[in-house]
């Protein structure tokens, strides 16, 4: 039988699936779908910038008062939201909505990563394992289910946007705009392009609503309250709200958070060009919207096999070998895309990316968020706010720069980002080789005695 830590861990792995298999879904569509104006990338845009708002001060608030279970299921309501925008996409609907799943996803992401961190500490002392090798693994069992949610979301788009009558093949005047050679900024519309008949995308939006819902259900009924005890003493306590409201902003005096910072921002606008770059000068450019959903299925189902595979295999090879990994993978594909003029005679092609993305992209996330848990095992609610935080200020910045920046201009950031964020994160990880948890903490007590 399966601990209770364990099944907690599934109940959280299989609500995430389910929300994320509706906003991953109007994610990937934002940049083709709503396109006046630019209305679905600025819709993206202004959604990271309402997390690294929140990232500031709502997690450690929320989570201190409500326990994450609560935090949770609350954040969901916000995801859902942006669902109910997208039945009418308007500026007047869509920006609100935006603005009220930001708010919800710094809490979200953070409580999910302080319940998955104290569930694998709880277990591992249980066992008598270390609890880092518990935590990488719970991490990558919660990505290995929590990417495939990218799986189902496109594929119900592909089916349903299948069923329209309006597709047609891409003019070859349009195929010499696609990818880098051209600057990327005004993508021609052709036949295939344009948007899918309005009941179908009603259609898609309603499905997506429901899961949504069906997501927040699943956790509020089947999730234990891992940490209610102690957020019921916190607020008895009644510490003072400036010390709760702080902590994030706080946590940044320790350098090491600091040196992650490249990294952490690495990783937002890595997930940023494959899902709005990527899917608009390749993919609907060169084979039509409809085609979306099928690449980025690709994405996502290596992904989530990768995230459960390197969760388990770090214990072996440690962090510093996958992290090389998955660096060399997203440098080739970097510069492959610098120079690859995308065509439909080129099928496999455009799954080939998104594969070695994925398997990237899985590397990023469990290792990232597991490196987070360990260095900060005091303060796991201000750090995974900071984790959000600054990974939400790479999408900001990738999403801001879309409609400004030429698309070869947009792949020599990303590769300048990769490059820092190499630099930086090997010092923290030579530092932790060479001072266990148990120095840390003592070398941390002194620093505040001081």
Known sequence: MISRNFKNVLVVSVGFLFLFTAYGGLQSLQSSLNTEQGMGVASLSVIYASIIISSMFLPPIMIKNLGCKWSVVVSMGCYVSYSFGNLYPGWYTLIPTSVILGLGGAPLWSAKCTYLTIAGNVQAKKDGKKGSDVINQYFGVFFFIFQSSGVWGNLMSSLIFGQDMNIADIPEEQLQTCGAFDCGLNVSSGNSSTKPEQNLVLTLVGCYIGVGLLAMLIVAVFLDNIDGE???????????????????????????????????????????????????????????????????????????????????????????????????????????????????????????????????????????NALYGILF??????????????????????????????????????????????????????????????????????????
């Open 377 to 450: 095992q005091k303060d796991k609610e201000a750090a995974f706010a900071n984790y959000r935080m600054w990974e939400s200020l790479g999408f900001v910045l990738a999403f801001a720069y879309s409609s400004f920046l030429c698309l070869e201009y947009k792949l020599y950031i990303l590769l300048a980002m990769l490059v820092l964020a190499f630099i930086t994160y090997p010092i923290v990880e030579f530092h932790q080789k060479n001072n266990p948890p148990e120095t840390e903490e003592k070398q941390k007590y002194v620093y505040m005695l001081r």
């Open 230 to 368: 102690e957020a019921s003493r916190f607020r008895q306590t009644k510490q003072p709200f400036c010390h709760t409201f702080l902590a994030t902003l706080r946590l940044l005096k320790d350098w090491r958070l600091r040196m992650l910072i490249p990294l952490t921002m690495y990783s937002g606008f890595e997930q940023s060009f494959l899902s709005g770059e990527f899917t608009k000068n390749y993919v609907t450019c060169a084979l039509g919207i409809h085609y979306i959903g099928f690449v980025m299925m690709c994405f996502a189902a290596v992904n989530s096999v990768c995230s459960f595979l390197f969760g388990k295999l770090a214990q072996y090879t440690g962090r510093m070998a996958l992290f090389t990994l998955a660096a060399v993978a997203n440098f080739s594909c970097i510069i492959a895309l610098l120079f690859w003029r995308p065509h439909p005679d080129q099928m496999p092609v455009f799954f080939v990316f998104p594969a070695l993305w994925g398997m990237a992209d899985a590397i990023w996330q469990t290792q990232t």
